[in-house]
């Protein structure tokens, strides 16, 4: 029987810590009565808390990890739509390749896999898994190339195969990657979930919505619980019928045969519509994705949607309020001034680089929010800006003593220079694309 938000406050420490993130230890109850927070968020809770509502606090769909230390993880998700709370997991990618494919191809691929690394936002984003699949007939050798691709990539691998002592030989060559195999069905279910459970391995379920949860019913009830859902679909709009029915399922219902993550290939032959689908996937609860090849093209703008969707939005992406030199400053270098929400900061820092010019750029404490925002929050004031230009030591150092803020905030122009006396105060472009122009109009020389 579920526990109400009362019963589980009797359980918690009364302290009204607020370490959780909530105000009170009743809040905190709240939460997790609506499955809205995990218990592991108090760092209080006693083994008695931890034993009654271990099963009530589990998050809806269940956490799986990835890798030898299982620290990669998707699931533990508690809400349907991101701003009711965050998404917790974000899904993972995995790159295919095929014991079909020549040797220096394969070689090729798993070089560029391990290599991979975008920046956005200050965060490096890179492949998170293989998928090896075998179309060949051989099992030595598929196992031969799992081992190859964990050692190579150094990534948990999915492994793929319609021959169930094939998966059950490279799941025993890659012992302890903490990989998953795909998939199982009614009438192989047991060989495989034996072979995942002694070497360290998750287990995907393939079929109809029924099927799975027969299978996951079944499994669970046996003792084993690492499992990720392969639903078989026929269409893109079946696809997001069926995760969101599904997931709809496991967090509103509690439905705890549903209650795990998901995984799909795209491998429709059409680039384009593959990366609609895995865009679907992304916003509609995909768990693994794994993709035909490697696209770099296609890799980085499905991550830069991973990341749009995955990011808390109560905790906007920030850097730390600082002052940050942009090339090769010196003191008559001009300044600039702009918030430290991420975004703002790398497009505003990355357009004066390009501009040719070294600049310093002095970032104040705006609690992650862009440059309207935190000026209609009060957050971007003149004395604010003031106050971070002083504490950066330019005030003294600086010759140029030269302010540029951005052009939307242009009506505090007279407010900083009110607050830097000796300082002149430039107002910038609106737009970051406009840096480059305007240094060489109006700071040039
Ligand atoms: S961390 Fe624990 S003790 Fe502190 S307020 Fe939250 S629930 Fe209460």
């Known amino acids: 029987m579920a526990l109400s938000g009362l019963d589980i406050q009797k359980l918690l420490p009364k302290t009204n810590c607020k370490e959780c993130g909530s105000n009170t230890c009743l809040a905190f109850a709240m939460k997790l009565a609506g499955k809205k927070a995990n218990l592991s968020e108090c760092p209080y809770a006693s083994d008695e808390a931890k034993g009654i509502l271990g099963a009530a606090s589990e998050p809806p769909v269940k956490s799986i990890g990835f890798g030898p230390e299982k620290k990669i993880k998707i699931g533990e998700e508690t809400v349907l739509y991101r701003h009711e709370k965050t998404f917790v997991n974000q899904g993972l990618f995995a790159v295919d390749i095929g014991d079909d494919e020549a040797e220096a191809k394969i070689d090729e691929t798993l070089a560029k896999i391990r290599d991979y690394v975008v920046v956005r936002v200050g965060k490096s984003l890179t492949v998170d898994m293989v998928s090896v699949t075998q179309r060949g007939s051989d099992p030595a050798r598929f196992a031969a190339l799992a081992k190859k691709a964990w050692e190579t990539a150094k990534r948990p691998l999915v492994l793929r195969s319609k021959d169930s002592s094939a998966l059950v030989l490279a799941a025993e060559a890659v012992k302890g990657s903490g990989s998953i195999l795909v998939a199982a069905t009614e009438s192989n279910a047991d060989a495989l979930r034996a072979a995942a459970e002694a070497n360290g391995h998750s287990l995907a379920l393939s079929g109809t919505v029924d099927e799975v949860c027969a299978l996951s019913s079944r499994l669970k009830a046996a003792g084993f619980n690492e499992l990720v859902l392969q639903f078989a679909t026929q269409s893109l709009a079946e696809q997001y019928q069926v995760n969101s029915l599904a997931r709809r399922m496991a967090i509103k219902e509690n439905y705890k045969p549903l209650g795990y993550p998901f995984l799909r290939y795209f491998e429709s032959g059409n680039l384009l519509e593959d990366s609609a689908a895995a865009m679907v996937e992304i916003c509609k609860y995909g ?159």
């Not at 990011?311 to 002052?323: C, F, G, N, R, S």
């Not at 008559?332 to 680089?353: D, H, K, M, R, W």
């Not at 140029?400 to 009110?418: D, F, H, R």
């Open 287 to 445: 768990g693994i994705l794994v993709l035909p090849g490697f696209d770099a093209a296609q890799l980085v703008t499905l991550m830069a949607l991973r990341l749009n969707i995955f990011t808390d939005p109560q905790k906007p992406i920030q850097v730390e309020p600082k002052l940050y030199p942009i090339g090769e400053p010196t003191a008559a270098s001009p300044v600039f001034v702009t918030t430290n929400f991420s975004l703002t900061y790398f497009i505003v820092s990355g357009e004066i680089e390009n501009a040719g010019t070294s600049a310093w750029l002095v970032i104040p404490e705006c609690e992650g929010m862009s440059v309207l925002t935190a000026w209609a929050a009060g957050k971007f004031t003149g004395a604010g800006i003031a106050k971070a230009v002083k504490e950066s030591g330019l005030d003294a150092t600086s010759e140029s003593k030269t302010l540029v803020i951005p052009g939307y905030v242009a009506q505090i122009s007279g407010e900083v220079e009110e607050n830097l006396p000796g300082w002149k105060v430039l107002v910038g472009p609106q737009d970051a694309g406009d840096i480059e122009s305007f240094v060489k109009a109006r700071l040039a020389g």
